[in-house]
């Protein structure tokens, strides 16, 4: 039972930090470097797709354990820490920011799918 518990903790973890690094992205404060990978991050931490499909045995789940990891802490780092601290603290203190930023990430996702579906099915004059 323990290792489900240091599981649990650890995706509670990485669920607080992506939360934190999409309020990061709004604030003022916040480098337009790290807006960037902010945005990279979360668009990949969001997106359906993955660049190593999930099927495909031990690849497959290599990305998710490695790759949005180091973007994760990546942005961190180039966040000002008095700006992520006070991120997280938000994130921790209104749990509304949850579900909220849930709905908004999934508006986010189908229209950018849209946008992409668009612009491929116009490159191939299909419409």
């Not at 973890?13 to 990279?40: H, S």
């Not at 190593?52 to 354990?65: E, K, N, Q, R, S």
């Not at 180091?70 to 994130?91: F, H, Q, S, T």
């Amino acid at each position: 039972m323990r290792w489900r518990e240091k599981i649990k903790a650890v995706a509670t973890k990485v669920k607080t930090e992506i939360v934190a690094l999409a309020l990061a992205f709004r604030d003022k404060r916040t480098p337009v470097l790290a807006k960037i990978l902010i945005f990279c991050t979360l668009s990949y931490a969001l997106s359906p797709i993955d660049l190593i499909p999930d099927f495909i045995p031990v690849l497959g789940y290599l990305d998710d354990a490695l790759i949005l990891p180091l973007m994760i802490l990546l942005a961190i780092r180039l966040i000002p820490l008095d700006v992520m601290n006070e991120c997280r603290m938000n994130v921790t203190s209104n749990p509304k920011i949850n579900r909220r930023f849930g709905w908004i990430a999934a508006i986010v996702i189908v229209l950018t799918w849209l946008v992409l579906i668009m612009l491929i099915l116009r490159a191939f004059d299909v419409f």
